[in-house]
């Protein structure tokens, strides 16, 4: 006889499925130094230079004027030069070397492949292709260095006091790591497999997709899955 595959529970809520085009990292974001090119770094040591020499010609104006005499009047001009472009030239230097910017982990444009539908006991293929986005002026995007793919199982469960409960189980685990399939584009990919257990047949199937694998963040996607029957 054929075997025959049951619905799932009527009794079950509709899985929560989230799948957004675009994610952003809600961990603490990290900071790097500015990557500067060789043509930054001489302009701004030429701009450095410039401050610097002002500074100093106010200075030495200032050396002038203790001559006294008609001289003082060089004060008029190096106590303004020598203030303004000393403060000017320390401004720079401390700028330069607190200049950081910050680090956004995000994807864009995702889409998760997940084949036409899952059978227990038979590997499951996922495959989420991304985009990183282009990095606005001050920012780097990058994308997660890899990504945590969970299968959960829905089903009610019946207690010895005639209730019924909501449980999710996690019934396999794995972590793909990111792939450069061109630039600016990734791919993760991984394979998942359940073992059989009671009330498979109305139990209901997802996939979460998540930044640490530890649970602690929210899953950037969720994806419900079509259960197929047995071969």
């Not at 030429?46 to 004060?75: D, H």
């Amino acid at each position: 006889m054929p075997q025959q595959h049951r619905l799932p529970d009527p009794a079950l809520p509709p899985a929560d499925e989230r799948l957004p085009a675009s994610w952003t990292s809600a961990m603490p974001q990290a900071t790097e130094r500015m990557q500067r090119t060789a043509a930054d770094r001489i302009a701004w040591l030429v701009a450095l230079a410039v401050l610097v020499f002002m500074a100093v010609f106010g200075f030495q104006a200032m050396r002038w004027s203790l001559a006294g005499g008609w001289q003082w009047l060089w004060m008029l001009v190096g106590l303004p030069f020598f203030g303004v472009f000393s403060v000017l030239s320390v401004l720079a230097v401390v700028t330069r070397l607190r200049e950081r910017r910050r680090v956004r982990v995000t994807l864009e444009n995702m889409s998760l492949e997940r084949g036409e539908g899952f059978r227990v006991s038979e590997p499951l293929e996922l495959r989420l292709r991304a985009t990183v986005p282009v990095a606005p002026e001050g920012e780097r995007t990058a994308a997660p260095e890899h990504i945590a793919m969970r299968l959960v199982r829905r089903f009610m469960l019946d207690a010895a006091d005639g209730t019924r409960s909501l449980v999710e189980e996690c019934c396999d685990e794995a972590i793909a790591p990111r792939e450069d399939a061109r630039a600016g584009r990734v791919v993760y990919a991984c394979e998942l497999r359940a073992k059989p257990a009671n009330g498979d047949e109305a139990a209901q199937w997802s996939v979460e997709l998540r930044e640490a694998a530890d649970g602690a963040s929210e899953p950037l996607l969720v994806a419900a899955l079509r259960r197929l029957p047995p071969r």
